[in-house]
């Protein structure tokens, strides 16, 4: 099982373009969450999958933001027209839903984003 | 909503026994979570108390008290290694609210 991956890695955009990550869980985790952290913060919840079905969807997230599990396995996060704000480290974790109540999250390493 | 409130520096030195706190505010509470993070590394996973009293995972142990909203991680004999950011998370059955991290520098 190679964990949690995220690409790209790094991403350095000018303001007003599109950017796209993507995220794939451990095989077996049924669900997939979206986080992002800035320096010195916390990961700050973003929105979560169980399946292919969106459940929840932080009400901080401004609508440029879009998030999809197609076929319940990967996953890709949207921002549109980036904006510098929207620099950060966007993290990607899974889980399996039988296991949510241990509190037990399996992060990727992660998907800078730099907006000039 | 939930917030939880962590000192944001912590420093000791190697062999010693440091005391991480967490309190915190929420709405619904399903346990208190731990999550060791190194500079530009994914958050890993430590410990878990759904219960008040401690939970011990080798050199680190995790404590939580629901009566005051309060837990806190203990991490014994402290390494060079230990150095990294350190996380409370809250909310279990559907998501995590993290704390604001405590940073932990480990000095020889």
């Known amino acids: 099982d190679t964990g949690v991956s995220q690409d790209p890695r790094h991403k350095i955009t000018k303001r007003g373009q599109n950017v796209t990550f993507r995220c794939d869980p451990i095989?077996?985790?049924?669900?997939l969450y979206w986080y992002r952290q800035t320096l010195g913060q916390g990961p700050e919840f973003l929105t979560y999958f169980q399946n292919e079905a969106q459940l929840e969807k932080s009400r901080l997230l401004s609508d440029r933001f879009s998030a999809e599990r197609p076929k319940g396995s990967f996953s890709t996060l949207e921002i549109q027209r980036t904006e510098q704000g929207d620099s950060a480290m966007y993290l990607c974790?899974?889980?399996?839903?039988?296991?949510?109540?241990?509190?037990?999250?399996?992060f990727g390493e992660g998907s800078r984003l730099t907006v000039l | 909503g939930q917030s939880l409130e962590q000192p944001s520096e912590v420093t000791a030195v190697e062999g010693a026994i440091v005391q991480i706190n967490c309190t915190y505010q929420t709405s619904g509470f399903y346990g208190l979570s731990w999550y060791q993070q190194h500079d530009g590394g994914a958050p890993t996973f430590l410990s878990y108390n759904a219960l008040d009293g401690l939970e011990e995972t080798g050199r680190f142990s995790s404590f939580l008290s629901r009566s005051d909203s309060y837990g806190y991680l203990l991490l014994q004999e402290l390494q060079m290694k230990d150095s990294a950011s350190y996380f409370c998370g809250s909310g279990g059955g559907n998501k995590l609210t993290f704390g604001t991290g405590t940073q932990l520098k480990v000095e020889l």
């Open positions: 974790a899974s889980s399996l839903a039988i296991r949510a109540d241990t509190g037990e999250l399996f």
């Open positions: 095989s077996e985790h049924n669900r």
